[in-house]
């Protein structure tokens, strides 16, 4: 279960994500969603928009820089567009069958 300070975090990411990107959805995976993280475990957030370019995943990685740098956390994104997470070679992959089962939704 997600720690109150993750939520805390994830809150604040989404918020900021979505200043720019109103569509975004965002969920949280892995070990910190799970209950088995560590002191040093990464916080692991799944972001899937209309469209993805490198300015755009530029911009996003520079946010979880930003916000886990604040709180003391490695924010780890993995970015897809909304073809490819629901209908691409992707949508049939372990992490995005995770990311739906056992993710948080922002």
Do not use: H
């Amino acid at each position: 279960m997600i720690s109150g300070e993750d939520n805390r975090i994830l809150s604040e990411f989404s918020r900021r994500i979505r200043e720019r990107f109103q569509e975004a959805r965002i969920w949280a995976f892995g070990s910190r969603v799970r209950g088995n993280a560590t002191w040093d475990s990464d916080f692991d957030i799944c972001v899937v928009l209309e469209c993805v370019n490198k300015e755009t995943y530029d911009w996003i990685r520079d946010i979880a820089w930003e916000i886990g740098f604040e709180n003391e956390r490695v924010i780890t994104t993995v970015l897809f567009d909304a073809e490819e997470f629901e209908k691409g070679p992707m949508s049939g992959s372990t992490i995005v069958g995770t990311i739906l089962k056992e993710g948080v939704p922002a």
